[in-house]
């Protein structure tokens, strides 16, 4: 089994382009969530799905657009990206459970100049 | 709004110390507790977690964790430090919604370095 798994590991945007963040998952979670890292302040929420077709707003949603039409793929999506959405962008999954371990993947480092 | 401190961003300890990493927390409602680890260039796994029941928590790798609600904290700690504990560490708190959905919050991180 893959786990979590999350491309591309790096990328590069100009100020204005869009692009698709993509998170896969092989361990048929119902729940899954997208993060943004960065220096100093931990880990935020952007945007969670506890299942197919049902997404949700989390901490820091401005800018980002989700979309869940399967259980295995929640694609993270920036329309116009800003040179504020530089991070680390981790996906992460956890059965619908409550207080269950969430699984990371290994991350997508994001510039935007 | 539940929210989570982290006493240190950086924590250097000689390799054979204690380690000690510091959590407090603010929660309306008994709190979910958990400890994660990020290792460089990965994602966070899962070092331990509180729910509910005894307040000592014991995880992977020799880390511990004592819930005290006296103290709103959960504090990390490691009797004998290794090389391969240098990473970042990160408490968090889960709550519950009014939409009864869960959310995790996380610290803002403590860098462990293991001096040799």
């Known amino acids: 089994n893959a786990g979590v798994t999350q491309t591309p590991k790096f990328q590069v945007l100009k100020t204005g382009q869009s692009m698709t963040l993509q998170c896969a998952q092989d361990m048929n979670h119902e729940y899954m969530s997208w993060y943004r890292q960065d220096p100093g302040m931990g880990l935020r929420l952007i945007h969670y799905s506890v299942g197919a077709g049902i997404t949700d707003q989390g901490e820091v949603p401005n800018g980002y657009n989700v979309s869940r039409s399967t259980t295995e793929d929640f694609p993270l999506r920036l329309l116009s990206a800003a040179p504020s959405q530089t991070s680390v962008y981790f996906c992460?999954?956890?059965?619908?459970?409550?207080?269950?371990?969430?699984?990371f993947g290994p991350g997508t480092r994001l510039t935007v100049l | 709004a539940q929210s989570v401190t982290q006493l240190g961003s950086h924590v250097s300890v000689s390799e054979g110390a204690l380690v000690l990493l510091r959590c407090n927390y603010s929660s309306s409602v008994p709190p979910y507790l958990f400890w994660y680890v990020q290792y460089p260039n990965q994602g966070l796994q899962l070092l331990l977690k509180?729910?509910?029941?005894?307040?000592l928590v014991k995880g992977i790798n020799g880390f511990e964790a004592e819930f005290k609600k006296s103290e709103t904290s959960f504090h990390l700690t490691k009797p004998s430090a290794h090389m391969s504990d240098a990473a970042e560490y990160f408490c968090?708190?889960?709550?519950?919604?009014?939409?009864?959905?869960?959310?995790?919050?996380f610290g803002t991180g403590t860098r462990l370095t293991i001096i040799p």
């Open positions: 509180y729910t509910t029941g005894a307040t």
């Open positions: 992460a999954t956890k059965t619908g459970a409550s207080y269950n371990e969430q699984f």
């Open positions: 968090a708190v889960s709550d519950v919604d009014n939409f009864g959905n869960e959310k995790l919050t």
